[in-house]
Structure formats: C-alpha cells, structure tokens
C-alpha cells in the first residue's frame, strides 16, 4: 500500500527510493548490481526491524492515527460474511460514526458495532472523524440488546480520539449514553469481545468497551486522555505528547503488563495500515478463538466472570 | 478542527486550567483587600483570622462563617449555594447520629509510576485532612437504610483514581447485600489522569456495581453538586432511578473549553449548568440546600418496597 512515511519511518522510505533507482540503473543499462541491490535489501531488513520492533508509545500512536490504517469497516469486510447493517437509535437520528449490525463469523451469529473514521474530508464529515454523538452510543445499545435477544454474540471494534465534545452531544446527554453503555453491557447475556484497533479515546471507547475479552491492536492506544491532552496540563505544552504518552501507558503492551487488556493482536510489520489483508486474517483468527472460549461458558458463569474482570481494576492499599 | 479532536478525550479532571469551581470558591475575607493595606496592619498571611468571613462570589455578600454553615453554606442574599465540605454534607443529610464511616483507611498507591503524583496525594492529605476525595458510609435516611457516599471537591478535584473507584463500589455492593437505597453526592473533575487507564476503568467498575444494585431492584439517587464533569458523569452519577442537582451547579461531560474549542462555536447561555440539564430533561428535580433531605426522605419512602 502506498502511503506517506511518518516521521521516524524517513530513512526506510530513503533505503527503498534508493532500492528501486538501483533496480531501474541494474536493468536499464544491464549492469550486474546484485550484490549492491543485496546490501541495501539487507539493509531495509535492519532498519525496519530496528525501527518496528522498538517502537516508542507516541511512534505507535501516530501509526494508531495512520490514515491508512484499516478502519471499522474495512475489518468487518474482510472478517466478516454478510454484514447486514441497521440504521438508528429510533429517537434522533443515524450517528455515522457508528456503525453496526448482523454478521457471520464462520457461522458465528455477531452483531458487530464500533466507531468509524473516514479518510477524506467527505468521509470524515459523515463519520465525525469517529467521535460519536449520543446517538451512537444509543443505536449501539439497541443492536447489542438485538444482539442478546437472539444469541448473537457482540463484537465492538474501538477507534475513536473521544466521544464528541460538542453542544448537542452535552445536550442530549453524552454522559448518560455512555454510562448507560456501561452498565447495560456489564449484565448481556451474550459473549462480547471488544477489541481496540485505533485509538482507545478515553471514555468515549470505554462505551462500547465492557467485554468478556478486551483485545487490542499491536500498534493501538488505550487511555483515559489523550497525550496532548496530558501534555497541555502536565507540560503546559501540547509538544511534550511523546512524554506524556510514555508516563500514560497506554500501548497494548504497557496494558497487558497492567492486566487491563487479555491479548495484543500482532500487526504486520510496520503497523496495519501496510497490509490490510495480514491484519484482517490475524485479527479474524484470534478473534474466532475467543468467541470459541467463550461460547463454552455458560451464561451465569460469563457474566460471573465479566464482572469479576472489570470489579478487580483498580490499585490501592489499606 | 483535526486539532481540537486530539483533545476530545482530554475531559479527565484538568487542573489549574479553569475546570475548577472558581464561581463556588469560599474567599476569606482577607481577599477583599488589597495587599499594600494588608502590609500596614504588619501582618502576614497566616495571621489573618482565615476562613471567619466568606464572601459570595456571585452578589458579593459577606456572611461570617457561623451564620454561613448554620444555613447550609447557602448565601441569604442570593441563594448561591457554596462549595461544601463532605462532613458538612453528610451531617446535613443523614439523619444524626447514625452515619458510620466505611472503608475509611483505603489509601492511594502510585500505579502507573506517575511524577510526583503520591506527594501530590499527600499534601491534599494534609490540606483537608481527608484520605481521599470521597467519603462513603452507612447511614440512616428520614429513618431508611442508605449508604451514601460524599465527594469533597477540595481533594484533587474529587478525580475519580482507584480509591474513589473502590470506595464508591465497595458502598453499592454493601447496599446490595444489605438492600439499601445508594446515595452518592458527586463533584468531580472526572476521572484522574495520574492514574491512567486504572482511572478509566473505575467508570466500569463502579457502573458493573450499579448493574447489580439495579437488578436487585434498590433505589439509587444521584445528586449532582458543583461541579460533576467527566468520567463520573459518565459512570455513576447520571445511572439514578433520580438524579437530582443542587441550583446552578455546573454539570457535563466535556469542559466548556474544549467544547467551545472543537466546534467554534459560541455556548448557549448557561450552558452545563443545572437549570440547563433540567430544561433538556436530563435530571428529575433541581433542590435547594434546605429541602434536601427531606426531598431524599420523601424518595426513599416511595422507593422502598417494605
Ligand atoms: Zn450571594
């Protein structure tokens, strides 16, 4: 996939414009560079490993907000058979910022639900740059209850900077949407996975994000603020966002190791957006095994289970 | 407008930067003069009698102290009701004599390894001789079971870490086993950033306790006070059977400025206050100070099945 290097990812992108230029030179004056083309070749090998398998917090975040990076959408097309999208929260509106409905994974009835970012302007006034409204988070609830009426099992994809911070959302009370998500979810009699594949924006991805499995993408952030958000408060200064994302933890490893999420979905190498097919299959797979777990449980133990996993978060003494 | 987005999630509790409640701060008197007369008299700061006379921030009424917490820190001239303290409150509104302290040893732990964050903890410690931003306990209500739980905006905001999280579980959790009616008085900032994503998950936590308070069909009532914004607001405080707010106190999500800064507009008048969430339909009632306990009196009495 074409697309533009992110800063720290310069040098690999020089390394490969050099590659193809050598390439080009090798055949079109039919000179033998083969062990020129292989230095550099292992070259591109180094410098990627160097530069993927060491990635700071903020480097993963900016890959997080990759605009090519796969989207909602584009996992449930690729995971998914026969998604069958519904509209509405029947009161005020359709939020395009979260889609959801019916789809099959592998036979597996799903309703899946999640926020939705566009990649051009257009796209991103429809979908609110995946900031959803009330309406979002109600039309959310309805297709999960839907959901739980018929023994579909619930799958929310998470990749949101926050729920809208706007007049209306305040409003039509953004808060209690969200909160009511909260405790609703706690209590569906259902297997619900929740895996951020984004940004993991504070309370407005903790809406959809009450599961019996919490995944996260390689390359995902999960936080309750955003790093600039810290850095403007702690630093005085948005540039310190690459501190402050240290200080936060928030990559899917930082989370694992805090015990809030159950598993880190590796990306291919250099983040998602580079492979779009790599990452729906990894993604499928792991999401196909947790749904099996699950579905072998029974219900009252499930939601046993669900409440004790989130009853426990939290660190104290006395 | 991309910018303003990053900041979307940035609604945890702000500090210094004006999500505070300066319009309900309590001024000693000492405010009212200017420095060059304080220097006259040769005193420094900690001679002033502080705290004796509190001036109200919005009609600029003076009330000693004394008349002040006789009348529920409420100002006589305006009905401005001042930021309260959590023993204030719980003395206001349960009934005397019976509220019994729970949980009162839990203590914050620096969990994510966040500068300074546990001196930070310690001198609110020492400045309000609180543990923590909430205090939670048993307590008899017009004569009903309750537990209730008070948050004291003075500690850090009244941000929602681990401790508040666990405080406020712990009390829906006794109240289920025990049948009681909850009764949570919520000022927060939101959830508290130097505890990261542990913060975040509070908001679950304390809303999976709700889930089976709710379920067991007990009556919760919220009441909102000055100010409730953020991760609180989006967990537990806006679950009530009833949601009741204290007049004109400050209620949201988002902080007015990254509200106004996302979507450049210009915010309706009396925007997030109160009588705003009333006009919308987002809370049952609105009560004075002085009706609220029997206000809560009245509700549980309806709400209990016995
Ligand atoms: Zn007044």
């Known amino acids: 996939m074409n697309t533009e290097p992110l800063d720290f990812e310069k040098p690999i992108f020089e390394l490969e414009r050099q590659l193809v230029d050598l390439r080009e030179l090798s055949s079109s004056k039919n000179i033998d560079m083969d062990s020129e083309i292989r230095k550099i070749e292992e070259k591109i090998t180094r410098t990627k490993e160097q530069t993927y398998r060491n990635l700071t917090a903020w480097q993963r975040v900016q890959i997080a907000r990759h605009p090519q990076r796969p989207y909602t959408l584009d996992y449930v097309d690729r995971c998914f058979d026969d998604f069958l999208e519904l509209h509405g929260d029947r009161h005020i509106g359709d939020d395009q910022s979260m889609p959801g409905g019916f789809a099959d994974l592998e036979g597996r009835r799903c309703v899946v639900v999640g926020q939705q970012k566009g990649r051009n302007t257009k796209d991103n006034l429809l979908r609110n740059f995946g900031s959803a409204h009330p309406e979002g988070y109600r039309k959310a609830l309805r297709l999960m209850r839907m959901g739980e009426k018929f023994g579909a099992a619930i799958v929310a994809l998470i990749d949101t900077p926050g729920a809208y911070p706007g007049i209306g959302a305040e409003e039509r009370n953004i808060a209690e949407a969200i909160a009511f998500n909260l405790r609703e979810m706690m209590t569906m009699r259902v297997p619900i996975v929740a895996i951020v594949i984004g940004e993991g924006g504070s309370g407005g991805a903790l809406g959809i994000g009450v599961a019996d499995r919490v995944l996260m993408l390689e390359n995902a952030y999960y936080s309750v603020i955003s790093p600039e958000g810290c850095a403007a408060i702690l630093w005085k200064d948005r540039k310190h966002a690459p501190e402050a994302a240290n200080t936060l933890r928030i990559t899917a490893t930082d989370l694992k190791e805090l015990d809030i999420i159950d598993e880190v979905i590796p990306e291919p190498l250099g983040g998602a957006h580079r492979d779009h097919v790599a990452a729906s299959a990894t993604l499928k797979t792991v999401l196909r095994r947790h749904l099996a777990e699950l579905d072998a449980i029974g219900l009252d133990e499930l939601l046993q289970l669900r409440y004790e996993k989130f009853r426990k978060f939290g660190k104290f003494k006395g | 407008m991309k910018k303003a987005f990053a900041e979307a999630s940035s609604h945890a509790y702000i500090e210094g930067t004006g999500s505070g409640p300066p319009r309900n701060t309590t001024f000693p008197i000492m405010a009212l003069f200017k420095r060059p007369s304080l220097k006259g008299l040769g005193l420094k700061k900690n001679d002033m009698p502080e705290g004796l006379w509190h001036k109200c921030p919005e009609c600029g009424q003076i009330s000693h102290e004394v008349d002040l917490k006789q009348r529920k820190r409420v100002c006589q001239k305006c009905d401005h009701h001042f930021t309260m303290i959590a023993s204030e409150r719980i003395e206001m509104i349960a009934d005397p004599g ?11 732990v620096d969990g994510l390894g966040f500068k300074n964050y546990l001196e930070k903890v310690k001198s609110y410690q020492q400045k309000t001789g609180l543990k923590e931003a909430i205090v939670t306990g048993r307590a008899k209500i017009g004569g009903r079971p309750a537990v209730i739980g008070v948050m004291d905006f003075r500690f850090l905001g009244a941000s ?16 289920t086993d025990e049948k009681a009616t909850v009764v949570l008085f919520s000022a927060s900032g939101g959830a ?17 306790a709700l889930a089976r308070h709710h379920l067991a069909r007990l009556p919760y009532i919220s009441v909102l006070t000055h100010p409730t914004t953020g991760g609180v607001t989006a967990s537990f405080s806006t679950l009530g059977d009833v949601i009741l707010a204290e007049p004109r106190c400050m209620i949201g999500f988002a902080g007015p400025r990254v509200v106004k800064e ?38 549980i009495r309806y709400m209990s099945r016995a």
Request: charged letters at 25%; aromatic letters at 4%.
């Open chain 2, 98 to 108: 019976t509220f019994q302290e729970i949980d009162a040893g839990l203590d914050s």
């Open chain 2, 192 to 208: 508290r950033m130097h505890e990261g994503i542990l913060s975040l998950m509070q908001m679950a936590k304390t809303s999976g």
């Open chain 2, 262 to 299: 996302t979507t450049h507009q210009n915010l309706p008048p009396g925007f997030q206050t109160a009588e705003f969430m009333m006009e919308h339909g987002l809370v049952d009632r609105i009560v004075h100070r002085e009706e609220m306990r029997e206000t809560l009196s009245r509700l």
């Open chain 2, 160 to 175: 929602m870490g681990s401790v508040v999280g666990e405080k406020v579980t712990r009390a829906i959790e006794l109240a």
